[in-house]
């Protein structure tokens, strides 16, 4: 079962920032948070992870709390291509098995 | 990049038959795995590898084995197909670690249908 909760949507206007936010109050202290999207009809993308610090890549940033509770993923300037259901997880699966929630779909509107 | 390439994007096979889907990555991944996506019910996982020949049962195996005689290939056989499988069958991989290993890179995907 998913370990996190997440909006079921959220829209974002297409060169505006994009803030997806996640809860994962249950983490554990050696979890990883990772972000994943997934674009219709096509496979899963990873986009980022990280365990405490701030991480930010050539996709995304991602703002993990103090607490490690939640964590935000931001998108700085979302295009239509970016629409997409996007999930958030915990590692700590079997097998190192990748386990979504709902995650929440985005919409981005030109 | 990361490639990880399907044998098909789409398969329609009869109740009965004998189905291999193959997959295989460029990027030297020591982990390898087989999930299954339908709606309402996620991301399923199948089968995992994390070195040839070498496998372990996900959380559906019954009905599925799997081949990995090469590192960069991880094949997923159907015994006898039956219309429960059909489904969208993702590849993945993975390079070992706590950390890594939950870093995956998808295939596009195979859509099965059993008739």
């Known amino acids: 079962d998913a370990k996190t909760t997440q909006p079921p949507s959220m829209d974002c206007a297409e060169g505006r920032a994009a803030n997806l936010p996640c809860n994962h109050s249950?983490?554990?202290?050696?979890?990883?948070v990772y972000w994943y999207r997934q674009i219709h009809s096509q496979g899963p993308q990873y986009i980022i992870h990280?365990?405490?610090n701030n991480e930010t890549n050539e996709m995304a940033s991602l703002i993990i709390t103090e607490d490690r509770k939640s964590s935000t993923l931001i998108l700085p300037h979302a295009t239509l291509r970016d629409t997409a259901v996007y999930y958030c997880m915990n590692s700590g699966g079997s097998n190192y098995k990748l386990t979504f929630g709902k995650g929440t779909l985005l919409t981005v509107n030109p | 990049d990361v490639k990880v390439t399907q044998s098909s994007r789409y398969l329609v096979k009869r109740t009965g038959e004998k189905v291999f889907l193959e997959c295989v990555q460029d990027?030297?991944?020591?982990?390898m795995f087989w999930y299954r996506q339908d709606p309402g019910l996620g991301l399923r996982l199948i089968y995992f590898s994390y070195d040839v020949k070498m496998k372990e049962k996900g959380d559906i195996p019954e009905g599925y084995s799997v081949s990995r005689e090469k590192k960069e290939r991880f094949s997923l056989i159907l015994e006898s197909a039956s219309t429960n499988q059909t489904s969208m069958y993702l590849c993945a991989s993975s390079f070992v670690g706590l950390e890594s290993s939950y870093e995956q890179y998808f295939g596009p995907g195979t859509r099965l249908t059993v008739t």
């Open positions: 990027m030297d991944h020591e982990n």
């Open positions: 990280g365990l405490k």
């Open positions: 249950t983490i554990s202290g050696n979890e990883y």
